[in-house]
């Protein structure tokens, strides 16, 4: 083989990408030519560069990789035990609101005394909050967080 | 001289064990299973990141290449269907990652201003041997044309074969072959250019 074709193979011998007849006439050839062993010698050396380990990863990266990748729980981030109690007292809250929302309108409408109104007008606005707290607990996407 | 480096029955058998291994897990992590999904992200994300390095040259993007493509595959599992290696599969989300990062303007300026901060450091401080950023062939791969860059740095990946970076590649055998020799013939040059070698 002459060092022409040897070199133009080299790339590809170093690489293991010849077949096994071409290889055995490159190393043959490489035995005899101290030029062409030295490039040969010089791909190697790129290959021991180029293949050492490259940076390892990261612990960050597994916990940010399982973060992304693991499905919301249903409840989000809120206790059981909180959406448990929050969905007791709603009923309890509305039970409440409604017979209160009915007097105070009552008393709006029929006011005694100025003390009354003041009454009445409190009234109505705790019972637009009750109302408001037992909507927020129903699962329809009222009042905030979906 | 020994005829170089072709992987032999030893690595085969690992890289069988590891396929089937990895199936398992495959298997299991599509039924919901976290552990699965943590055995998986556990056991490509070295490769993952040194894949995206010798893509980018670029330690901190690696990461977050890398970190962008195990999210895919574990996000699009339902999509593997099992011709392939799991890593196979996964390589390839990582080019495709590398190649979006590469077109970001934005990540570009970042890369670029990262890159001048830790050029400013290595002025003052000694290298850190163990800091692989410091390997200045891998930022010459960065000069070579994105095909052969791609090719290479699959190659450099341990044991890798020629067939599997063509899967990863979308392209023939014949073809990776090629730009496997023209890259590492220019990478040859460039580095006896800049003395070295």
């Known amino acids: ?146 | 001289m020994d005829i170089p480096r072709k992987p032999g029955p030893a690595a085969e058998d690992t890289a069988a064990s590891d396929r089937a291994t990895d199936a398992a897990w495959v298997a299991r992590a599509r039924q919901g299973d976290p552990v699965a999904r943590e055995a998986l992200v556990r056991a490509h994300r070295d490769r993952a990141v040194s894949l995206a390095w010798r893509l980018t040259g670029d330690r901190d993007a690696a990461e977050d290449i890398a970190q962008e493509a195990l999210v895919r595959a574990l996000s699009t599992l339902s999509r593997f269907r099992g011709d392939a290696a799991f890593a196979t599969w996964l390589f390839r989300i990582v080019v495709n990652e590398a190649r979006t990062h590469a077109r970001g303007a934005c990540r570009r300026q970042r890369r670029w201003e990262r890159q001048r901060d830790a050029d400013q450091a290595r002025c003052v401080e000694a290298p850190d041997p163990g800091d692989t950023r410091a390997e200045p062939l891998v930022d010459l791969m960065q000069l070579l044309p994105a095909s052969q860059r791609e090719a290479l740095a699959l190659f450099y990946l341990r044991e890798l074969p020629v067939e599997d970076i063509a899967r990863v590649q979308g392209a023939q055998a014949g073809t990776v072959r090629a730009r496997l020799c023209r890259g590492r013939e220019r990478l040859r040059d460039l580095a006896r250019e800049r003395g070295m070698l």
């Open chain 1, 1 to 146: 083989m002459r060092c022409d074709r040897a070199r133009a193979a080299l790339a590809a011998y170093t690489a293991g990408l010849l077949r096994a007849e071409q290889a055995i006439r490159v190393a043959a050839h490489l035995e005899r030519c101290e030029g062409c062993a030295r490039a040969a010698a010089e791909y190697e050396t790129l290959d021991a560069r180029l293949s050492a380990e490259g940076p390892s990863s990261s612990e960050a990266l597994v916990r940010q990789v399982l973060a992304r990748v693991t499905p919301p729980s249903r409840t989000g981030t809120c206790p059981r035990w909180v959406t448990r109690a929050n969905a007791a007292a709603a009923p309890a809250a509305l039970v409440v609101s409604l017979p209160l929302l009915c007097m105070a309108l009552s008393s709006l409408t029929a006011p005694a005394s100025p003390g009354a109104w003041v009454v009445a007008t409190a009234t109505v606005l705790l019972s637009g909050g009750l109302a408001a707290a037992h909507l927020r607990t129903l699962p329809i996407g009222l009042g905030g967080r979906g």
